[in-house]
């Protein structure tokens, strides 16, 4: 079968198009990937687990303040919902930083 220039032209188009489409679901789903991959680094465990007292925190601290932060990562631990144990730890994880900050600031 001989096809007619205009055929061969509609033709080439549609092939053309055809890896478009290809390579926009392509690149769609490489982005899609990595914004997940990111979305799990940001919410991983290191942000559930930054506000613990450290071994070196405990050895510094009072048996009063260990048993305070032991009181309250047990009271965020065992609130129903994941995403309220995950506010609890945020609050406590700014809690700790800023308290880091202002001792920082008084030692130096």
């Known amino acids: 079968t001989t096809s007619t220039p205009a055929e061969k ?17 392509a690149t769609t789903l490489v982005l899609v990937a990595a914004l997940a991959v ?3 680094l940001a919410s991983g465990p290191a942000g559930a687990t930054a506000a613990r007292t450290s071994p070196k925190d405990v050895a510094t601290a009072s048996p009063d303040e260990v048993a305070v932060a032991a009181a309250e990562d047990h009271e965020c631990e065992m609130m129903a919902g994941e995403k309220q144990r995950d506010e609890c730890m945020a609050r406590r994880t700014l809690a700790a930083h800023t ?5 920082q600031e008084k030692h130096n």
């Open 9 to 25: 032209l509609h033709d080439s188009i549609r092939s053309k198009t055809r890896v478009a489409v290809t390579m926009a679901r």
């Open 38 to 40: 990111l979305l799990l």
């Open 99 to 103: 308290d880091y900050i202002y001792t």
